[in-house]
């Protein structure tokens, strides 16, 4: 059985590593007849090496057996550069599914590009809803939703909004060209298998922690780069002048900056706040941070302020509140349990969300499995296709 996994952006490589994972124990467990060979397709929608090649790296996995270097451009340039690339990979070499992971412009293409050539596809991180339609991501994983064979989803969340929306567990009116049905699977969250087996080795891995001087509990990590926040002047200076406030209380903050926002700074923010923010012995910007990095400082934080909903995550997976830099999440269980809270990116939230995360017990209840979706991902696919 062949399986193509679509991957184009850095956090969907952190999650293919979990689906490798559990691809290459079925292989040891299986005979050579019922053995999964997985092809990785890369289409380059992230290209920094900082932001791709480093995590095939550091995580172990293979690097792509195919990259298509589509690189940046509009949404509609990016994504039929990476429709037409799909498709020709898929009409070249027989599939029998195209594996896609979350909510990116990469998801987009593969679902396209695999549902007009009539192979099955199989979305992991399902039923993630923003409501938010101005999002290029619930665009995308609207229609992903919708094209897929079987829709992975990893909370009781997601799996309610597609039941809501009129997807089915059993006995599905939709059928594909193989005439079978369209079928939601409550999985579990394969970051949180990520997070569970590479935990300790970041901690072995990783100096972070004394290549920045931080003590644990004793700064608060940020990340920026959804592009409500940083095209916007008003947002990425309401949030830049929170961070700096707070680090004026003599607290670090770390922010492992995007390329792309980085290079903005100096169109968005007024030369004085760009000026009080570098010279802020407190505030340290790097450079994207590897993935055991990333892993340690959220581990090791105090609190974490983020527009990303993986960092939201993983930060949770690790006990740590968040400061949701966003008006809605697609993770509102985190929201729910109190261990979030939605600002926006407005000033006066942020700083007010800091302080009470800073001074009230949270909990963290057990929301995203039990570490082991990806095996059970796999289990239901080999099932499926056969």
Known sequence: MRLLTIIGARPQIIKAAAFSRAVAKWNVTHNIESQVQ????????????????????????????????????SHGTQTARMIEGIEQVLTESHFEGVVLYGDTNSTLAGAVAASKIHVPIFHIEAGLRSWNMAMPEEINRIVCDSLSSVLFTPTETGRQNLLHAGYVETDSKVHFHNTKGQYVVLSG????????????????????????????????????????????????????????????????????LHPRTH????????????????????IYIIPPASFFDMICLEKHASIVMTDSGGVQKEAFFFATPTVILRPETEWVEIVNAGAGILADADYNRIITAY????????????????????????????????
Do not use: C, W
């Not at 100096?266 to 923010?277: G, M, T, V």
């Not at 017990?361 to 082991?372: E, K, M, S, W």
């Open 38 to 73: 997985e092809v990785i397709l890369h289409t380059g929608q992230h290209y920094d090496d900082n932001m791709s090649a480093v995590f095939f790296r550091e995580l172990g996995i293979p690097e792509p057996d195919i990259n298509l270097h589509v690189g940046s451009g």
């Open 189 to 256: 969250d394969v970051m949180y298998d990520n997070s569970s087996f590479f935990a300790t080795m970041a901690e072995q891995k990783s100096d972070i922690m004394s290549r920045l001087n931080l003590e644990s509990g004793q700064f608060v990590l940020a990340t920026i780069h959804r592009p409500a926040n940083t095209d916007s002047a008003d947002n990425l200076t309401s949030i830049f002048r929170a961070l700096l406030d707070i680090a004026n209380t003599g607290r670090k903050v770390v922010i492992p």
């Open 263 to 282: 290079k903005l700074l100096p169109d968005k923010l007024s030369a004085e706040l760009l000026q009080y923010i570098s010279s802020n012995p407190n």
């Open 355 to 386: 302080q009470e995360l800073m001074n009230k017990p949270i909990h963290f209840p057990p929301l995203f499995g039990d570490a082991h979706a990806a095996d059970f991902i796999l289990e239901k696919i080999v099932e499926y296709l056969n």
